[in-house]
């Protein structure tokens, strides 16, 4: 089973200014790592799936890079909607897995 | 427009069972790998189960921790997925989602229905 540590669990940042967020796989893994933000009482939404893929619609401000075992999702010049729970997943072999979220906070 | 609704859910002591169902709309469900996700403060989110094509034989996968305790199904004629759910824990409260896999992973979601586990 590939475990994906995620961090941070929780970040705090004022708008404009830049989130990363890093997801390290216990396996390689390629480039097959998805992004998903899920508000207070929704349920998740995919915002950029493998190959560091954007969904059509999700804002530019939103990237991922990585391959392999280190991914990174970025936020440019955060805005006060961004705030939400922030999840990774593998989607390169079963079972699917999880990273374990990072809270994103506004000052 | 793309819809998924998950119902069943409910309050069931520990060492019972519970089946979720999930209708699905908007897309073509036959074509679709299904699966169900669950979320709990605890765990986060978990990947639970999943069931494939008519052409795969309908061949499901199970998380380790509901193998042998949960059974997926599918009725592509009436566009729904199935969670059969028995000799039910404590561990596996929480919100579940039904999830297509398609071209993307798990790239529509359901509202969820919440499942509590207690004596």
């Known amino acids: 089973e590939t475990t994906v540590t995620q961090s941070p669990a929780s970040l705090s940042v004022a708008t404009g200014e830049k989130v990363t967020i890093r997801c390290i796989t216990s396996?390689?893994?390629?480039?097959?790592m998805n992004w998903y933000q899920q508000k207070p009482g929704e349920p998740p939404k995919l915002l950029i799936s493998e190959g560091n893929t954007l969904r059509p619609g999700v804002p530019s401000r939103f990237s991922s890079s990585g391959y392999g075992t280190d991914f990174v999702f970025t936020i440019e010049n955060t805005l006060s909607e961004d705030v939400a729970d922030y999840y990774c997943?593998?989607?390169?072999?079963?079972?699917?897995?999880f990273g374990g979220g990072t809270k994103l906070e506004i000052k | 427009e793309v819809k998924l609704e998950e119902s069943g859910g409910g309050l069931v002591q520990p060492g019972g069972s519970m089946k979720l169902s999930c209708v699905a709309s908007?897309?073509?469900?036959?074509?679709?790998?299904m699966n169900w996700v669950r979320q709990s403060p605890e765990k986060g989110l978990e990947w639970v189960a999943e069931?494939?094509?008519?052409?795969?034989?309908?061949?499901?996968h199970y998380a380790e921790s509901v193998k042998g305790r949960f059974t997926i199904s599918r009725d592509d004629s009436k566009s729904s997925v199935y969670l059969q759910m028995n000799n039910l824990r404590a561990e596996d409260t929480g919100i579940y989602y039904c999830t297509p896999y398609g071209n993307y992973v798990f790239d529509y979601w359901g509202q969820g229905t919440t499942l509590t586990v207690s004596s």
């Open positions: 908007g897309f073509t469900f036959s074509n679709y790998w």
């Open positions: 069931i494939r094509l008519k052409s795969n034989n309908y061949a499901t």
């Open positions: 997943l593998q989607s390169d072999n079963m079972p699917y897995t």
């Open positions: 396996t390689d893994i390629d480039d097959d």
